[in-house]
């Protein structure tokens, strides 16, 4: 593997793994003889799955994986002005929108059909009327529907082909505005829809056609919050994870202009990232969250009147992941994203204090709305024992009260296993020592040794966290599995230099993670090195990929779901509209130094080096990850003899969603990872 081989010379303390990478270099230079293959397995089709070399499924797994899928999750998604909350969940085969009156009350199905929901957002009015976007077969071409109170059957509102998101309504329930590519299916512009203040005859009002408010001229646009007199908009402009930008729009002539942020000495800030943007509620500034070119998204106020910038989470070294003023001024609440952890908070304004809520379960924090009052702060909270739920806080008393309790189907609440936070040496160094990356680990009860999953998050500009995951759980309680999920370098939380160290031609360090890691598990009497399983999705699954070609050797197999096996085919043939996003990550493939860099370090260029079994999944209707990624690996692989098992869904796109295709590929991938602990 070229690239891997050249490793910056170790010194003392990183020899243990520098002498790993060695060996697998000598591994990977050494031409294999090439295998005779076998004719390609015949395709079956199971309704809207397709499956290519996948036995029949376990019949331990067959007995006891249901239960533990049978559980179900609740998500908070806004108040309704009468004070009943939104939430979404899943009864039936996805999840739709449910109505809940009182904690813990009877959860209200509001929204049917076939597809699972989007975003959900509740219009001000009084009307209970709610927005949600919902697309088809995981195409992700979403449309946006308006349901009215007391209505069961939703309005579309979009053209039904274009792709659209960030639904928002006015401040008076009035106007929606929304995103589309209606224009080019590239160009991200923004829509309004005059819905119509509610009456006595709100139900049969008609809204109006989206009409182009603001036209984009190359930017992706999110519209993030309206002026409180309606004429304004707060435009959200992101050309990479690391790099945003924030601008003021006129809705009457769709004119912009940006709002500089100074730094601390009053000049221009650097490239930054903006995680999101509020108007203050007296609409004399901006409340968002903004690194400056620093490590770290900070709590930020911008004065629009001055032009100056002030930071109010100096001390939080972590980044700001989200927050919410409320509506009187008086609070912003936010969740600083500590290790994994999500941790909430409230800045009293007018106190000068910062209040820690007590009464919520430690874990992830999710979606922050106040109610229209700014009495009670609604939010998810989830952790790696508990699946999630939707709580609220109310603001006077500081009490915290839950109003869903999720259930984990079959399985005993009593055997989830927590998250242990581990942080492991890695090749190179940072800050005068070894750099080490932080990884949650999973572990079954007993001495062991275990087999072991390294479980790779996607993006890669995506965080591995402590949440619950009833696969997570079955693996270690049922199949005896350890469960190691990795934040290699290019993961976000961690702060911007440590998210952009695999950038570009640094692309295959983040695999030397991986190699690490192998090293670490070598170490521990608890694990078994010589039972190792890779898997991951999307970006998950080229890592996946990779190590496989780079430490085959030390590895059982790998389960590569949507995965990217070639980044010239993956930038020539994903969305369009996602394309440029995707070069500033990964390079441009249009420039022919970079072309040959990116074929190079292509799993699907160094294919015959995967000699173990490959489960490979792909929805046919991804368009991030098209399924040509999967099937020329697949193909590839076959050719050179190894074992592959690929399954792919029809109806399903950058992964599963639909609970009985979900539940069939769990049982697949579990009969997979049966089969190589033996």
């Known amino acids: 593997m070229p690239h891997l081989h050249a490793l910056p010379a170790a010194r003392s303390a990183v020899l243990l793994v520098a002498a790993a990478f060695v060996s697998v270099s000598a591994i990977a230079a050494t031409p294999t003889p090439a295998a005779v293959p076998a004719p390609p397995p015949p395709r079956i089709d199971r309704g809207n799955l397709v499956l290519e070399g996948v036995p029949p499924h376990s019949p331990r797994v067959a007995d006891t994986l249901d239960g533990w899928l049978a559980g179900r999750s609740a998500s908070f998604r806004d108040f309704l002005p009468d004070g009943s909350l939104l939430i979404s969940t899943r009864f039936g085969e996805v999840e739709q929108v449910h109505r809940v009156a009182s904690p813990l009350g009877a959860r209200e199905q509001l929204t049917w059909g076939a597809e699972?929901?989007?975003?959900?957002?509740?219009?001000?009015?009084?009307?209970?009327?709610?927005?949600?976007?919902?697309?088809?077969?995981?195409d992700e071409n979403a449309q946006i529907f308006l349901q009215r109170g007391g209505e069961r059957t939703p309005r579309l509102l979009t053209d039904g082909r274009s792709r659209h998101g960030g639904a928002l309504w006015s401040r008076d329930g009035a106007r929606l505005v929304f995103t589309g590519n209606a224009r080019d299916g590239i160009a991200t512009d923004v829509y309004l829809v005059e819905v119509g203040k509610p009456g006595a005859d709100a139900t049969a009002a008609a809204p109006t056609a989206p009409r182009l408010v603001v036209a984009s001229q190359g930017q992706t646009w999110t519209p993030v919050d309206w002026s409180q007199d309606g004429s304004q908009l707060l435009l959200l402009q992101t050309t990479s994870v690391t790099e945003a930008r924030l601008y003021l729009a006129e809705i009457a002539t769709g004119a912009y202009?940006?709002?500089?942020?100074?730094?601390?000495?009053?000049?221009?800030?650097?490239?930054?990232?903006?995680?999101?943007?509020?108007?203050?509620?007296?609409?004399?500034?901006?409340?968002?969250?903004a690194d400056l070119g620093g490590e770290f998204q900070q709590l930020r106020y911008l004065d629009l009147q001055d032009g100056s910038l002030r930071t109010l989470t100096a001390d939080v070294p972590w980044d700001i992941e989200d927050f919410e003023p409320s509506p009187d001024g008086r609070y912003v609440a936010y969740v600083a994203n500590a290790?994994?952890?999500?941790?909430?908070?409230?800045?009293d304004l007018g106190a000068a204090r910062t209040i820690t809520p007590a009464g919520l379960p430690q874990g992830i924090v999710s979606g922050l709305r106040f109610d229209r009052t700014g009495a009670r702060l609604g939010m998810s909270v989830d952790s790696a024992q508990s699946?999630?739920?939707?709580?609220?806080?109310?603001?006077?008393?500081?009490?915290?009260?839950?109003?869903?309790?999720?259930?984990?189907g079959a399985a005993d609440p009593a055997r989830m296993v927590p998250a242990e936070l581990v942080r492991y040496p890695t090749w190179d160094r940072a800050q005068g020592g070894q750099r080490r990356i932080p990884a949650f680990v999973y572990r079954p009860a007993g001495p062991g040794p275990h087999p072991v999953v390294i479980d790779i998050h996607g993006g890669p500009e995506g965080q591995s966290r402590p949440g619950y995951s009833a696969w997570t759980q079955y693996l270690v309680n049922e199949l005896g599995y350890a469960v190691i999920q990795p934040n290699v370098r290019g993961s976000t939380g961690y702060g911007r230099t440590f998210t952009m160290l695999d950038n570009g031609r640094l692309r295959e360090d983040s695999v030397r993670d991986i190699g690490a890691l192998l090293v670490w598990i070598s170490a521990q009497p608890g694990l078994d090195a010589g039972r190792v399983v890779?898997?991951?999705?999307?970006?998950?699954?080229?890592?996946?990929?990779a190590s496989m070609v780079a430490f085959g050797d030390r590895l059982r197999g790998g389960i590569d779901i949507v995965g990217i096996s070639n980044f010239v085919t993956f930038l020539t043939n994903t969305a369009p509209y996602?394309?440029?996003?995707?070069?500033?990550?990964?390079?441009?493939?249009r420039d022919p130094a970079m072309r040959r860099f990116l074929q190079n370090i292509s799993p699907l260029t160094r294919a015959e080096a995967i000699r173990k079994p490959l489960l490979v999944?792909?929805?046919?209707?991804?368009?991030?990850?098209?399924?040509?990624?999967?099937?020329?690996?697949?193909?590839?692989?076959?050719?050179?003899g190894a074992e592959v098992?690929?399954?792919a869904a029809r109806d399903e796109g950058h992964g599963f969603r639909k609970k009985s295709n979900r539940d069939f590929e769990l049982k697949t991938r579990a009969t997979f990872l049966e089969r190589l602990k033996q």
Do not use: C, H
């Open 339 to 347: 290790d994994g952890y999500g941790k909430l908070a409230l800045l």
């Open 387 to 408: 699946p999630r739920d939707v709580w609220t806080l109310d603001l006077a008393t500081g009490a915290a009260t839950r109003w869903t309790r999720s259930e984990t």
């Open 534 to 545: 890779v898997s991951g999705g999307s970006y998950g699954g080229y890592m996946v990929l």
């Open 645 to 647: 098992w690929y399954l």
């Open 578 to 589: 996602r394309r440029d996003l995707r070069r500033v990550e990964y390079g441009d493939e």
């Open 257 to 289: 202009r940006e709002l500089a942020l100074p730094t601390a000495a009053g000049k221009p800030a650097p490239k930054t990232a903006i995680g999101g943007a509020r108007f203050s509620a007296d609409g004399r500034g901006v409340w968002l969250t």
């Open 116 to 138: 699972p929901v989007g975003g959900v957002v509740a219009s001000p009015a009084a009307d209970g009327s709610f927005a949600f976007s919902r697309d088809r077969g995981g």
């Open 617 to 640: 999944i792909q929805g046919l209707n991804d368009p991030r990850v098209p399924a040509s990624e999967s099937e020329q690996m697949v193909a590839r692989v076959r050719a050179n």
